[in-house]
């Protein structure tokens, strides 16, 4: 189980590449968005990785509050990181698609504002975990359930509010070389977020253990 | 008199061929108007595809930083961690 995450960069390794030659050399451009659309077929992976991460943070986070789990302190924490990281990947790729193909960077619609919105919640989540008061984990879990229920809103938000952000559908619909490139990247980018969160959820757990070393370590001197 | 029909040596084209609308050729592309539009059109194409690429780079550029970053940050907290594990384990 320790090498996991280490074979999973492997993979992840082997196949950017392959992803990356696929789409700029072997994936037609699309006809209405020209050269652009290019930024599609790492933008939506990430934005799927993005409330995929919320989601398992949500729910680590719930773990948390209700058994004290500590392992599930660790995966909210690492995932909680993976969602500001893939989510600043989103809101800053989707803003530079936006400026190339709608003539504009934000249009402030409702898939927009709501991605946003869960971003700016997980920021909060890991600055209450680090630099909150004693206890705060409490808050921070709430904080982390509240960013989970804002995944469904984000992806039903093009089918309930009117949005110029293209249709859940889309994907369904694309040419089979599209589909295929999109799946590829998604194949690339979801095993790097897997080993990385992983990695970061290990050192959560190491760090806890220290701290509780350095604790007895001082109780045993003050008691000597 | 019949005006219209000219000697042979008046009719014929200086070049010696005879100008009948079926031996001239229409030269496609060379009409100044087209050519202009099509150029223009060309230069609008080449502005959007460069102007595409930036967009790319910028985008790629972007995730590419953000997960070396992401990465490096794990490792310095890793170093960290062990350099914490080695104080306690020497005290």
């Known amino acids: ?224 | 008199m019949d005006i219209t029909a000219l000697p042979e040596s008046e009719s014929a084209a200086p070049g010696g061929e005879a100008e009948s609308p079926e031996n001239v050729k229409k030269v496609e592309g060379r009409d100044p108007e087209t050519v202009r539009l099509k150029r223009a059109y060309e230069s609008e194409v080449e502005a959007k595809v460069a102007s595409d690429h930036q967009h790319i780079v910028w985008a790629y550029g972007v995730i590419w930083v953000l997960f070396v970053g992401y990465g490096m940050l794990l490792w310095r907290r890793a170093n960290a961690q062990r350099a914490d594990l080695e104080r306690l384990q020497k005290r």
């Open chain 1, 1 to 224: 189980m320790k090498y996991v995450p280490y074979v999973l960069l492997a993979i992840a390794a082997l196949l950017f590449p392959y992803a990356v030659s696929q789409v700029f050399l072997h994936t037609p451009i699309e006809a209405e968005m020209g050269t652009a659309q290019k930024i599609f077929y790492f933008h939506v992976p990430l934005a799927w990785t993005t409330m995929v991460f919320g989601v398992v943070c949500g729910i680590a986070a719930g773990i948390q509050l209700r058994i004290r789990s500590e392992r599930a302190e660790a995966i909210a924490v690492a995932a909680g990181e993976m969602v500001v990281l893939c989510g600043a990947g989103v809101l800053i790729t989707g803003p530079i698609w936006g400026d190339a193909t709608w003539g504009t960077p934000w249009t402030g619609d409702a898939r927009q504002t709501s991605t946003a919105l869960l971003w700016l919640v997980f920021v909060a989540y890991l600055l209450v975990r680090r630099y909150g008061p004693a206890n705060s984990d409490r808050l921070a879990a709430a904080l982390a359930i509240f960013g989970a229920v804002d995944v469904p809103i984000i992806y039903y938000a093009v089918k309930i509010w009117k949005t110029i952000h293209p249709q859940t559908t889309v994907v369904g619909s694309l040419p089979g070389s599209m589909w295929a490139t999109l799946w590829l990247c998604v194949a690339a980018i979801l095993p790097t977020c897997i080993a990385l969160v992983w990695i970061r959820a290990d050192q959560e757990r190491s760090a806890m253990a220290l701290d509780r070393a350095w604790i007895e370590r001082d109780a045993a001197a003050a008691t000597a």
